[in-house]
Each structure stands twice: as C-alpha cells, then as structure tokens.
C-alpha cells in the first residue's frame, strides 16, 4: 500500500537521533525536505501543484477553479523533538486515500485538494497556524512582519531565505472561496479513543485556547555575595506561579502548562534579572479559560510583590472555542456508519488546536481523530499501531468518497 512507501520515505526527515524526534521547524532546511517531499508525491500523481502566498502546498485532483472542491490534508512542521504522527499522518492519508479512490475507479463529481499548510506548530516564531491564520484573515501582515525567532530572525526574513516571497502574505478569500469542505485527520492527542476501544473518531469542538507571556523582572546580582534579604530574585514568583497554574487548572477541569522560559543573564552564579514563561492553558469553554488564567495573574502578582519583582502579562494568542460544522460533522458519522450499518463512531472534543479550527470560521470543516494508545504527543513516544494508522486511512477514504465521488 503506498501508506506504507510514504510514511518510510518520510520518517527521516527532520529527525533528531539523538532523541528520536523531530525538529522540523518552520522554514528551516528539515521543513524545506518535508515540503520538497509533498511537492514530489503531488507529481508522482500528475496531480496540478501549487504553493499559495502565505506558503501553504496545494495538490489538486480536478480542477480547482470550478469550486465547491473538498480538501483534505494537515501539516508536517512540528514542535522541538515531536512525534511522527502529529501532523503527517493526516498529510500521508490524504495521498494514500487519493490513491485508493483512483484504483476503486471513482468518478469525481467535485475537486479534491491535498493541503499541507505551514508553519502550524508555532515551534520557531511563537505563534501556531501561521499559514492557515493568514490565509483566513486572523492574522494581519503587520502582525506577521512583527513574528521573530529566538535568534532574531523575522518570519519575513525566513520566508525570503526560503525562497517565498514576504511581500504577498496576507488574507485569500479568493481560495477560501473554492473549498467546499475540508476534513483534517489527525493522531488523537489524548487517550479517549483508546478508553472507548475505538480506533477512529470524529470532532465535535475545540476548547478555547491562549498563550500568555509573563515577564517578571528583577535585579541582576552576585550569586555568592548577595543576602537573600537584599534579593529581587525573579525565579521565585516564577516557580510559585507554575504551581498555581497546575493547582487552578486542577481545581476547574482545565489544564495550564508553562513550558517555555528564557532567563536573563542565564549565569549560573548569577541572580537573575528577567524569567520570562510563557503560558498555555485551555479549557472547555471561555468562562472556565478567563477564571484560570485570571487566578494564575492574581498569583504571580502576589507572588512577585512579595519579591519586589515586578511583573507584566501579555497575552500573545487566543483562539475562542471551535465548533465544527454540525451538517458536515452528521454527515461524516453517516458515512462512517454507512447509514447506520456500523457500529456508530465516538464524538469526541479536543484541547489541541489545528488549522481546521481555524478554517472553521470561513469553510465548513470537519476532523477524523486516529487512536493514540499511550495518549502522549508533542514527544518521541507518540504512537499509533499500523492497524489504526490504516483504519484512519479507510475512513477517509469512505469520506472522501461520500462528500467528492457522489
């Protein structure tokens, strides 16, 4: 099966042997294989390829320009050392399920699209669905041209490197326009399939979600000379904060997680200056998501006035809660059922952000989930068996099918 061919031509690129995962951040030379890897597999099968203006591959079955075309695909940039599946598997299923509807002698009656759309992590420029985000309008130009890395490098500047041009980023209604639908598989980021003995399952929502910078900034100051009494150490607010964020996301079904921080000067006998963390918490719905991050705020500003640590927030990204197209989310349990001849498939919410989540509020969009045994992802030890990976792909194939073959 041409699954398999794929997915073993794609798993060197990008990886890390060292760890085992993968860093295939935004326009960086593991992104640039991946990307020359998805434009070869479009011409493997004539199919008519395309890169937009904010980056984003395009293959096309049919032609695009008649309209009402279904997409299908994801992403294949990831986090620092991520997993295998986290993105590719819905790219690799969108080819491999293209090639089973042409060896079934499917007749299209609409387009079909294979997307891999970039820059979707966030990992390189702090910000996640940066492809789909401009292509959709929620993110300006200006904002992007203001997006840096951790060496300084501007998202412009990476985008020229690479060989696009940054002066044509920005909204493309005009292609909005075209897609009909658009159904994203995706590795399950979690363990509610696994908990169900259900290999596959559909989206019905994605919680809201934000990423909030907290700057607290101290005094410089000699590690071995300094009484603690004279200290405005900033690491201290800080390491309070982190626990007050996992005891309110406890405390209200949520999560919150700071997994990033930079240190000023960074010395290790030194006190430091500035602790910057940034953190991610999401939610079921948007009263749950403000009562977190605005007990966490109330904590750290306790916290750092305890200190004499001065403190700012800001938040850098939100994302308000995702329901995906009801019609279209009805319509794939019918096929996947087919008219009810199956055993019904599991309806299941996310807290994981995708580039659906932000088509939704331009085309009708829908996800198909693919079981994760261990429930764990953003890591090398994300998962899933050969078995499921191939169910996943039967299952878009039925989709695809059912909305692009009729």
């Given at each position: 099966m041409s699954f398999h061919r794929m997915w073993r031509d794609l798993a060197p690129l990008g990886r890390d042997p060292r760890t085992g995962g993968y860093r295939r951040h935004a326009w960086t030379p593991a992104d640039a294989e991946c990307r020359a890897w998805f434009r070869a597999e479009a011409e493997r099968r004539a199919l008519a390829y395309e890169v937009d203006?904010?980056?984003?591959?395009?293959?096309?079955?049919?032609?695009?320009?008649?309209?009402?075309?279904?997409?299908?695909?994801s992403h294949l940039d990831s986090v620092p050392d991520g997993g295998?599946?986290?993105?590719?598997?819905?790219?690799?299923?969108?080819?491999a399920a293209l090639d089973e509807l042409l060896a079934r002698g499917a007749r299209f009656t609409r387009p079909l699209?294979?997307?891999?759309?970039?820059?979707?992590?966030?990992?390189?420029?702090?910000?996640?669905?940066?492809?789909?985000?401009?292509?959709?309008?929620?993110?300006?130009?200006?904002?992007?041209?203001?997006?840096?890395d951790a060496d300084g490098t501007t998202l412009p500047a990476a985008?020229?490197?690479?060989?696009?041009?940054?002066?044509?980023?920005?909204?493309?209604?005009?292609?909005?326009?075209?897609?009909?639908?658009?159904?994203?598989?995706?590795v399950e980021q979690g363990r509610a399939l696994d908990l169900t003995d259900h290999p596959v399952g559909v989206a019905a929502a994605i919680w809201p979600h934000g990423r909030w910078r907290f700057d607290f900034h101290g005094e410089a100051n000699h590690a071995g000379t300094t009484r603690l009494a004279d200290r405005r150490d900033p690491m201290l607010p800080y390491a309070a904060t982190v626990l007050a964020a996992r005891e309110a996301a406890r405390?209200?079904?949520?999560?919150?997680?700071?997994?990033?921080?930079?240190?000023?000067?960074?010395g290790v006998n030194a006190v430091p200056s500035l602790v910057r963390g940034w953190l991610d918490s999401r939610a079921a719905d948007r009263t749950t998501l403000d009562r977190v991050v605005s007990a966490v705020e109330r904590a750290a500003r306790d916290h750092a006035d305890r200190h004499r640590v001065r403190l700012a927030v800001t938040r850098e990204s939100f994302t308000p809660v995702v329901e995906f197209a009801h019609a279209l989310r009805d319509e794939l349990g019918r096929l996947l059922t087919r008219d009810g001849t199956?055993?019904?498939?599991?309806?299941l919410a996310?807290?994981?952000?995708?580039?659906?989540?932000?088509?939704?509020?331009?085309?009708?969009?829908?996800?198909?989930?693919?079981r994760?045994?261990?429930?764990?992802?953003?890591?090398?030890?994300?998962?899933?068996?050969?078995?499921?990976?191939?169910?996943?792909?039967?299952?878009?194939t039925d989709v695809l099918e059912g909305l692009a073959c009729r």
């Open positions: 203006r904010n980056g984003n591959q395009w293959a096309w079955h049919g032609d695009p320009t008649v309209g009402d075309a279904v997409v299908t695909g295998a599946f986290d993105g590719p598997l819905g790219v690799v299923s969108a080819f699209g294979i997307v891999n759309f970039g820059d979707e992590e966030g990992a390189r420029f702090g910000l996640a669905c940066v492809g789909s985000r401009l292509t959709a309008g929620h993110l300006t130009r200006e904002q992007a041209f203001a997006l840096t985008l020229a490197a690479a060989g696009h041009d940054p002066e044509a980023i920005g909204p493309d209604p005009e292609r909005l326009a075209r897609i009909g639908a658009f159904v994203e598989l995706h405390s209200a079904g949520a999560v919150a997680t700071f997994g990033k921080v930079a240190v000023e000067p960074n199956r055993p019904p498939v599991p309806v996310t807290g994981a952000g995708h580039d659906a989540g932000i088509l939704a509020g331009s085309v009708p969009t829908a996800m198909l989930f693919v994760n045994p261990t429930g764990v992802s953003h890591s090398p030890a994300e998962r899933a068996t050969e078995d499921d990976c191939l169910a996943g792909v039967a299952a878009l």
